[in-house]
């Protein structure tokens, strides 16, 4: 017969409130025979707690996943274990005894467990059941057989044999510094941890001031603790500003002679009571990151009553410190980057705040901010290696979740090797973060801290002189009352993206125009130039810049979307650009926010965006516009330019627009939008009026057509129209002929349209000097104005007018006068004798009488159009900059130079202040006065 091959390994999965159980059942299972598993009983001070946990559970031939009304409800560890145990159980062969559910009291069965039978650890035969159980699986795995151990042998809820001894009573008087009521949870939760006791056993007779009565049930062993405790003065009593203590009664004679022992008495000079000032950074911006970020600290001094603490300052030079060993008993996730480049100012920054702090019971509060993938956690890392040797310990917690704070410090404390470690996670937790607060300076790593409404509650309980906070978060929008001070978080320079690129690609050997071209393309955002970077070293052969050409829209390219997952990020961050950038839009409840941040998807990147674009497209007021702009700008998805208007990064741009495809009614009102705001722009004669919006007309413009939506034309028609005012007419003409082609597809090509922007491209050719064809083009706008509107509309006036321009240029000086006063006509009867329109026909009729030898009508003509322009606008427009120009033609004409320099000069002055310098306009009216000179 074959020799059986050892032991039955079982792994216990568990949760930590369950310990006490789980420790009977882990002896109950050695005595039967098997080999069980135990976190508790197998991990070390150092060991990485989650490889081992599924080392162990591989090597292991059964899993019991202990279920229990917390362990069920409880979110954290407990479910990753269970995951990993259905996944080892998948590949076992089906029939398999592997995964054991065991309750260990009344609780519902997750619905995953539920395809397999469960013990039940409380009925009377439920250990007997569960053995059987195993032993089934050790006769598949040839192992040795257990025994079963009845339940009236050796209870799993009783005391161990050392622990059955009789209960003493003691009672205590504490003389603490500083004390009062409020401490007592305080107290209680300390001296639990410590004597590993429930809170229950210790009760409060009294409190007065500075003192404390209190009354503890103990096991001999415990009271020997206390004592132990108190003689070597530890510190953990020491951090709750315990002064004394005296033993003023016991119930029996053990008791008695426990209280003879006299504990030693701890000097009050060596003793610090609790230090309430505190250092805070928090790292702000984004969502999971890939590299480092920039920021000031701003700093604000407490109240003077706080006490100083005992630890000496340290201080530190402003060279950086190559990256270094953690401090022994630290817990820290991630290995430090070897591709960290730049960012030498942010890390001076941060320690000059969080080391180089000298000044007792100063708060420093200080948040960077910023969208996804800007690199909070690499820095925050990189900090950690350069500058942890500073501190006593570093610890680092996952906050995604605020509700997992209890088991992240737990976590934190069990890597620190503390004596006396408790079973329980509230006592863990106690004595934790006395340890922080009497041992430092600690610097305690808040990660992926989102949760706003939970800020004020975990930054107040963690602050303290001893602990420095370091916070990552895309967030910038902090309560006021948590005393962050935000920074805006950076995008890498030009020059930090191309070192970034060269250090990560050094097997390759790209042009430096190409980098140049792709740290530009995608917006100087470390994540992006990182998975970049993954993506051409994965492809030798692939030049940037065809990589450039397929990844036009660069967010929904394969490199941009989690390429290469098997070579997971430093900081195990997502490889996924959308789903960084989801983050972020996922937290965005607001439904204006929303549609703000997709409508700005259709616009220019890097540009400033004005509000009233946002104001009358979703047609909300300021106030709702500004609340929306903040909730952005505090989730990173927008940043504010230094005229305080938003702008958005080019590819949370493309992602915004990705989103806004799903409604298309959201680019349709923003087209209709932008072409009033640019026809009423146009309208008031002046340039600068149109400038705000520019930048984002021909992509607007572009989306729009793409998407076939019906103004496509109307905004290129307006675009074109503004190019010919500043005077860059090849540009001008390719997009009022574009705009032509569109509408011709839309509307058809006569429709009244269709004479808009025959009209506009007809005026940029004849500034061009070609002006056969732009009559042909008023010559076809009349026509179709003629039949759409009738001979005495408007619109025919401009055609006519427009007409009559080129007539002057072809020297019909008779039909352009008989157009001028047509149009002129027109525009009176439809406007009245004092319109703008009515001053530029009089203007134009003016013009055509000083080429006829009329000096004295066009005089009277050109002052004429200046009355009504000033009464219209004032004494500063360029229509009344046209009428001094007129006005000093006519003057040179006369021969009274001087006048006519006065005119020029003053046009000359009033033209610099609305066209560029190099529009010909200015040039002519130069040229003028040279030749009077």
């Known amino acids: 017969m074959a020799k059986a091959k050892g032991k039955l390994k079982v792994f216990l999965c568990h949760a930590s409130e369950n310990k006490p159980i789980i420790q009977g059942l882990f002896d109950r299972l050695t005595d039967s025979g098997f080999e069980p598993w135990l976190d508790s009983a197998v991990l070390l001070p150092g060991m990485d707690w989650d490889l081992e946990i599924k080392r162990g559970m591989r090597a292991s031939d059964a899993v019991i996943v202990c279920l229990s009304k917390v362990s069920v409800a409880k979110e954290g560890y407990i479910q990753k274990e269970i995951k990993f145990a259905q996944d080892f159980q998948d590949e076992k062969p089906r029939g398999t005894i592997f995964l054991i559910p065991l309750n260990l009291e009344k609780s519902k069965t997750p619905f995953d467990l539920q395809d397999i039978q469960w013990g039940d650890y409380t009925a009377p035969d439920g250990y007997e059941r569960l053995v059987r159980a195993l032993n089934m699986r050790a006769q598949q795995m040839k192992k040795e057989l257990g025994n079963h151990k009845p339940l009236e042998e050796k209870s799993s809820l009783s005391p161990k044999p050392s622990q059955q001894t009789e209960n003493i009573q003691l009672i205590l008087d504490g003389e603490f510094s500083e004390f009062n009521k409020e401490k007592q949870e305080d107290i209680i939760g300390v001296l639990s941890a410590l004597l590993h006791v ?3 056993s210790i009760r409060v007779l009294r409190i007065s001031p500075g003192s404390i009565v209190l009354e503890l049930e103990l096991s001999l062993a415990a009271a020997n603790r206390l004592l132990k405790l108190f003689e070597n003065n530890d510190f953990r009593l020491k951090s709750m500003g315990l002064i004394s203590v005296k033993i003023l009664g016991a119930n029996s004679d053990k008791a008695r002679k426990i209280s003879e022992k006299k504990p030693r008495k701890s000097e009050k000079k060596n003793i610090s009571p609790i230090n309430t000032g505190s250092v805070n950074i928090t790292i702000h911006g984004n969502v999971v990151d890939s590299n480092l970020v920039t920021g000031n600290n701003n700093q604000a001094s407490n109240k003077s009553s706080i006490s100083p603490s005992k630890t000496p300052p340290r201080s530190y030079t402003n060279e950086i410190p190559p990256v270094g060993d953690l401090p022994l008993g630290s817990y820290f996730p991630f290995s430090p980057n070897p591709l960290f480049t730049g960012r030498v100012d942010d890390l001076r920054k941060l320690a000059d705040a969080l080391v180089n702090h000298t000044q007792a019971g100063t708060v420093i509060t200080q948040a960077v901010t910023g ?9 925050a890392v990189e900090f950690a290696y350069r500058y942890g040797k500073y501190f006593q310990g570093v610890h680092w ?4 979740d605020p509700t997992t704070l209890d088991s992240e410090i737990a976590l934190c404390g069990g890597k620190m090797g503390l004596d006396n470690w408790p079973d329980n996670q509230p006592s863990q937790v106690t004595m934790t973060e006395l340890t922080w607060k009497a041992q430092g ?47 805006p978080l950076e995008l890498f320079s030009k020059e930090e993206s191309l070192a970034f690129l060269k250090e990560s690609m050094k097997k390759r050997k790209d042009k430096d125009y190409e980098l140049n071209t792709l740290v530009e393309k995608l917006g100087y955002l470390p994540l992006a130039l990182e998975l970049a970077s993954r993506f051409l070293n994965d492809h030798p052969r692939l030049n940037v810049s065809a990589y450039l050409e397929q990844s036009k829209e660069a967010i929904g390219h394969a490199s941009m979307k989690g390429w290469r997952i098997d070579l997971p990020a430093s900081t195990g961050h997502d490889l996924d650009l959308q789903r ?10 607001d439904e204006t926010a929303q549609k703000i941040f997709q409508s700005a998807g259709y616009l220019a990147p890097n540009t400033a965006i004005p509000l009233e674009i946002f104001e009358k497209a979703l047609e909300i007021s300021s106030d709702q516009c500004d609340e929306a702009l903040t909730l952005l700008y505090g989730l990173g998805l927008l940043r504010q330019s230094e005229n305080n208007l938003p702008t958005i990064h080019p590819l949370l741009a493309e992602y915004a627009s990705v989103l806004a495809r799903e409604n298309i009614k959201i680019l349709e009102t923003l087209v209709n939008t932008f072409a009033r705001l640019s026809d009423a722009a146009l309208n008031t004669g002046i340039p600068s009026q149109f400038l705000p919006i520019k930048p984002h007309m021909p992509l607007l413009a572009a989306h729009s057509e793409s998407a076939k939506v019906e103004s496509a034309g109307w905004l290129w028609s307006n675009y074109g129209f503004f190019l010919n005012v500043i005077a860059d007419y090849s540009v001008a003409r390719s997009v009022a002929e574009h705009a032509l082609e569109i509408d011709k597809a839309v509307f058809g090509p006569d429709h009244h ?3 808009i922007r025959l009209n506009n491209l007809g005026t940029v050719i004849k500034n061009q000097g070609e002006l056969d064809g732009a009559r042909a083009a008023f010559e076809r706008a009349l026509k179709i104005d003629e039949a759409s509107f009738g001979p005495d509309n408007p619109k025919v006036a401009i055609d006519v007018s427009n007409l009559g321009s080129v007539m002057v240029e072809q020297g019909e000086l008779d039909g352009a006068r008989a157009a001028f006063e047509r149009a002129l006509k027109i525009d009176e009867t439809s406007f009245g004798p004092d319109d703008p329109k009515v001053a530029r026909r009089i203007n134009n009729l003016g013009g055509v009488m000083r080429d006829q030898g009329d000096l004295v009508g066009a005089r009277v003509a050109f002052e004429h159009a200046l009355k009504i322009r000033e009464k219209k606008f004032g004494i500063e427009h360029p229509e009344i900059a046209h009428s001094l120009w007129w006005l000093g033609v006519i003057n040179r004409d006369e021969g009274d130079n001087e006048k006519a320099k006065n005119y020029f000069e003053l046009a000359l002055q009033m033209y610099k202040k609305f066209l560029p310098l190099e529009h010909p306009t200015i040039e002519n009216v130069k040229s003028f006065l040279d030749l009077l000179e």
Do not use: C
């Open 753 to 755: 349209y269709i004479a």
């Open 371 to 379: 969208m996804g993938g800007l690199g909070k956690t690499q820095l």
């Open 397 to 400: 917690l996952n906050l995604a």
């Open 441 to 487: 300076p600690r610097l305690l790593i808040l990660d992926n801290f989102e949760d706003l409404p939970q800020a004020n509650h975990v930054l107040s309980r963690l602050r303290h002189s001893n602990i420095r906070l370091l916070v990552t978060s895309r967030h910038s929008d902090w309560p006021a009352t948590t005393g962050l001070s935000s920074i």
């Open 580 to 589: 960084t950038f989801a983050i972020s839009w996922l937290a965005l409840k």
């Open 198 to 200: 429930e809170k229950n």
